[in-house]
Every structure is written in C-alpha cells, then in structure tokens.
C-alpha cells in the first residue's frame, strides 16, 4: 500500500511556470511507477505522464511535450511535474499515480491515486 499526497497547485497565468509535487508513504517508493494525471470539469481523466520505477523513462502526452518534464527523487520519494509555459488547457485537477506492475497511459493501469491539486491558468 502506498499514500500519495500532491501539492504545488495553484492559480497562474498563461505563459508562468508551476511545480507539483507528489509524496509518497508506505511501500518502498524506488517499487512504483508513476504518473500524472489531471481531469477538467465535466471530462475524462487524461494523461499526462509517467517515470518508470528504475529506469526513470519517462513518457508524455503530446499536448504537453517540451513544456512539462517529469522527475523523482527515491531518496524523498517524491515525484515532480515540472509544468513551463502554462497554458488555459491546462487548467484542472492534477492526480499522481502509482503502479508496481504497468508503466502505462491508461488510469485504469493505476492501483493508488493522490486527492489531486487543482491548478488554474487564466488568460
């Protein structure tokens, strides 16, 4: 069992940066792949991207390649989404999420999920 905690959310404008944060507790963070997530009001839960668990491979989402990069750090067990160049679509809840077997896009492939921390870009 892992617990995932997010922060760093927060209302910006278009073009400012953010830096969310995930920290885990439980089972050995180094076990989990991870991956964020975030959900606009009234849509579906999409990707965004994920970090392998000892390769540190990382994967995003074409909507948001080059400007969001995605890191961990075992030995704080955390997770970070390095979010530049923010965007109005952007906007929504942000989830992190851990898997010890699939290292996948897909919510369904996730056994543990954060509460989500909201983040706003106006324009």
């Known amino acids: 069992q892992v617990q995932l905690v997010e922060s760093g959310g927060g209302l910006v404008q278009a073009g400012d940066s953010l830096r969310l944060s995930c920290a885990a507790s439980?089972?050995?963070?180094?076990?989990?792949?991870m991956g964020w997530f975030r959900q606009a009001p009234g849509e579906e839960r999409d990707f965004v991207s994920r970090?392998?668990?000892?390769?540190?491979?990382?994967y995003y989402a074409d909507s948001v390649k080059g400007r969001f990069t995605i890191s961990r750090d075992n030995a704080k067990n955390t997770v970070y989404l390095q979010m530049n160049s923010l965007k109005q679509e952007d906007t929504g809840v942000y989830y992190c999420?851990?898997?010890?077997?699939?290292?996948?896009?897909?919510?369904?492939?996730?056994?543990?999920w954060g509460q989500g921390t909201q983040v706003t870009v106006s324009s």
């Open positions: 999420a851990a898997s010890v077997a699939s290292y996948s896009s897909r919510p369904a492939s996730y056994e543990y």
């Open positions: 439980g089972r050995t963070f180094s076990s989990y792949n």
């Open positions: 970090i392998g668990r000892s390769t540190s491979a990382t």
